[in-house]
């Protein structure tokens, strides 16, 4: 095996909740690294609308569901470098879903730098089935619409939706 294949990833995120598009880049890391762990983190700006515990237990579901080979899912806080340094990954992978995205993105990637310059951000682009998913759009959805967009979540994760909302 290459020694580029030989490194741990981190994929970081709030996965609230997790989408096909977030196991679609997870699957996509899992081929690049031999270990990748998913970090569900928490975000001081954002209010879930599942508890960190939800979203990892619903990750792990659709992880062992997809029988991911060297993914591994872990609830984290504080600073995404951090967090790399404690899993020892040299590699933190984010989803690039649009131009627009990237502007935000490259912020991240130069303050992560600044914080630990070892630790280097790849961008994966999820299929363009997914370019337009977000967890935000997938809550709403299920929020203010009572639906689910179809292919937009696992299974198991459509079923916590429909019962937190009740349809």
């Known amino acids: ?3 580029s294949n030989c490194r741990t990833a981190i994929y970081p995120g709030t996965f609230d909740p997790p989408t096909s598009g977030h196991l679609d880049i ?6 690049l690294f031999n270990r990748v762990v998913a970090g569900v983190g928490i975000n001081p700006g954002k209010l879930p609308l599942f508890a960190i515990e939800e979203r ?20 984290f806080e504080g600073l995404t470098v951090d967090f790399a340094r404690a899993c020892g990954a040299a590699f933190i992978v984010r989803g690039l879903r649009a131009v627009t995205d990237f502007e935000h993105e490259l912020g991240l990637v130069l303050a992560n730098e600044q ?4 630790i280097k951000t790849v961008f ?13 759009i997938v809550r709403q959805a299920a929020e203010v619409g009572r639906r689910i967009i179809p292919g937009s979540v696992p299974a198991s994760v459509e ?3 429909r019962a937190r909302f009740g349809f």
């Open 159 to 161: 079923a916590r939706l």
């Open 1 to 3: 095996m290459p020694e």
């Open 56 to 75: 990892v237990e619903m990750l792990r579901e659709t992880v062992a569901a997809k029988s991911m080979g060297g993914v591994e899912v872990a609830a």
């Open 26 to 31: 997870l699957s996509e890391a899992a081929l």
């Open 115 to 118: 914080l630990d310059d070892g």
């Open 124 to 136: 994966i682009m999820p299929s363009h089935r997914y370019l337009y998913l977000s967890s935000s």
